[in-house]
């Protein structure tokens, strides 16, 4: 069976202003889960905004779900999931309710649909006591959950996330890991969590906006790991 690739990178450079952030950068996923690794710096954040269409590359281009990032981009965010590295760059609205029944609201569900059903998804993470909770009141691990249910509760046909473990407790991490590895859909994950990359199929380590290797995760995983024990104050 041939599998369709869910993201092409076709020689993609980034740069926000002079700092080179992604360099000739050509990719093709198809797998169904792809870890992203690398050191602080080294670009995996800004290949998940080129995914998503939220930044452009300056040269080369981007394709996601069959879909230009550039001439469909205005598409792309009712069928891509965006799970922001920082839950505060996430979040428009004042209450935990209101945030993740936009999205429902934004696919056509009444005011009283969306919130019974971010009612139903919060229940589900034993947070049924949540919906009237000001998000600004939450610690920032709880901010990160409301932001990953939103996410996953619109059902994308593709979802990114960026570092969504940073912040999460063991027990919810837990959770959240066994519920993404029984998703149907692809997923694209910036992640330093290598329990849970052990997982996945491909793994992607980034240096400097390149590829420094890329392979399936007991191969790259390892490499990664000897780089930084041989060279603990300076990745290659
Ligand atoms: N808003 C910005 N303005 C200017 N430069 C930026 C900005 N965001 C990132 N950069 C630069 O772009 C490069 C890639 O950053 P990026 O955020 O993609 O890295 P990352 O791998 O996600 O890092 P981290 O592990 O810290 O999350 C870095 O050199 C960084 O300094
Ligand atoms: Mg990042």
Redesign the pocket.
């Given at each position: 069976m041939t599998v369709s690739p869910h993201v092409i990178l076709d020689q993609v450079s980034f740069?926000?202003?002079e700092?080179?952030?992604?360099s000739d950068l050509s990719l093709t996923l198809k797998e169904r889960r792809v870890g992203?690794i690398?050191?602080?710096?080294?670009?995996?954040?800004?290949?998940?905004?080129l995914i998503h269409g939220l930044a452009q590359p300056t040269k080369g281009s981007v394709t996601t779900l069959g879909l230009s990032t550039k001439a469909d981009r205005k598409k792309i965010p009712s069928r891509v999931g965006f799970l922001f590295?920082d839950p505060d760059r996430q979040i428009i609205f004042p209450t935990v309710g209101e945030e993740i029944a936009f999205g429902f609201e934004e696919q056509g569900r009444t005011r009283r649909e969306a919130r019974n059903e971010a009612l139903s998804w919060l229940t589900r993470y034993g947070r049924s006591d949540w919906p009237e909770r000001g998000v600004q009141e939450l610690s920032e691990g709880q901010r990160q959950l409301v932001c990953l249910i939103s996410v996953i509760a619109l059902d994308p046909g593709l979802i990114l996330l960026?570092?969504p473990f940073a912040s999460l407790d063991l027990r919810t991490r837990l959770a959240f890991a066994d519920q993404l590895e029984a998703l149907p859909q692809p997923l694209v994950m910036?992640s330093?969590d290598f329990d849970f990359l052990t997982r996945f199929e491909r793994i992607i380590w980034?240096e400097h906006?390149r590829i420094q290797a890329d392979g399936p995760p007991e191969t790259v995983l390892s490499a990664y790991e000897a780089a930084a024990r041989a060279q603990p104050e300076v990745m290659p």
């Open positions: 740069a926000y202003g700092r080179v952030a992604i992203l690398g050191s602080n710096g080294s670009g995996k954040s800004s290949l998940l905004r590295q960026d570092e910036a330093h980034l906006g």
